[in-house]
């Protein structure tokens, strides 16, 4: 049983003292909206799905059995949530360049380079980009990244590696055709 | 996949996920001075870290905590009934079935009842005057009405285990 901070705080919660699931979520919100907002890559639905993420983790807190960090839990929660609603709508290619335009701020040098990588992400399969995206969030382990995928590590393991040399490989297309057409 | 002489592809991503020793570190960095492949297979991943890591920062917006609480007490005030509620349904639900258990005992739904059709609806005996037996049913009250008993228990459990039981013991799971 993990005896944390969040720990304590789910024990009141559970308790009556439902205001402070508050707590909560202004401690985790920004890394289960990044999260959304990586898989969904729209801002407004990457909003809508982690608000739905921590209102389903309350409904549910009573069945979490603290085994694991309440982190992984709620991560798992808001990386299914958002993989089912990427299913259910197609998320356009005109929305990614939207993104872009708010986290691409820096030299004009690189942009042509920065969009042919946010391309050939969005080539991966979604299992892939599920994975790799995961991966990159740094602040989790093999082992909570096994959990939320609810695969082994070793088996995580290789998808990352695999869905690295994809990347690596759709990239070096990309780049070909478009020194081709240059 | 090879990239420059002695270093790969999955040699870069070792570089860039700090899994290197300091002595290969070295040679690497020597070897992306000299080797222009090497050099933008770097660069590239580098900017596909990147491009994870800037939208790492993200922030939803400033009411995001206050929406998902309103929402929480929306979904409470939609599902939950409040002890008080539940345990007033349980009484109700128990005195129906109390009532109608004695009522059975007595012997006041012992007798069988009948449903005739043309009385029901006089209309039937005008298109069809000669209505065959079969227009005619009989219904054993008896079974009706311990049917409805049992359909009061089963929904008296249920409540019984959603707003007493179960509470109870996750609050006795909770403490121990």
Known sequence: MVTDADSILINRILAGEQHLFAQLVNKHKSYAYSLALR?????????????????????????????????????RIVFNTAITYKRKNKVSWQSIEQLQKGYWQDDAEQA????FIAQAIHQLSE???AVITLYYMQELSLEEMAEILQSPANTVKVRVHRARLKLAEILKTILKKEALTL | MS?????????????????????????????????????????????????????????????????????IQKVQGEFSISIKRS?????????????TAFLVSKGIFDSPGTIKLPEVNPVVNQYLPNMPEASQFTINNKIVVNGIIILNL??????????VLRPFFQKRMRHS
């Open chain 2, 87 to 99: 345990m007033l349904l349980l009484a109700g639900v128990l005195v129906v079935t109390l009532l």
């Open chain 1, 127 to 129: 299992q892939d980009q």
């Open chain 2, 154 to 163: 089963i929904i008296g459990f249920v409540l019984l285990d959603r707003t």
């Open chain 1, 39 to 75: 898989i969904i890559e729209n801002k407004a639905d990457a909003e809508e799905i982690a608000q739905d993420s921590f209102i389903k983790a309350f409904k549910y807190l009573a069945s979490f059995q603290q085994e694991s960090k309440f982190s992984t839990w709620l991560y």
């Open chain 2, 3 to 71: 990239v420059g002489k002695n270093f790969k592809r999955e040699d870069v991503w070792r570089y860039l996920d700090h899994d290197m020793s300091e002595e290969e570190k070295i040679v690497f960095l020597a070897a992306v001075k000299t080797d222009k492949n090497l050099e933008k297979i770097l660069e590239e991943e580098n900017l596909i870290r990147l491009h994870f890591t800037r939208i790492k920062l993200s922030e939803p917006s400033a009411g995001f905590t206050n929406l998902v609480m309103e929402k």
């Open chain 1, 112 to 115: 042509d380079k920065k969009k």
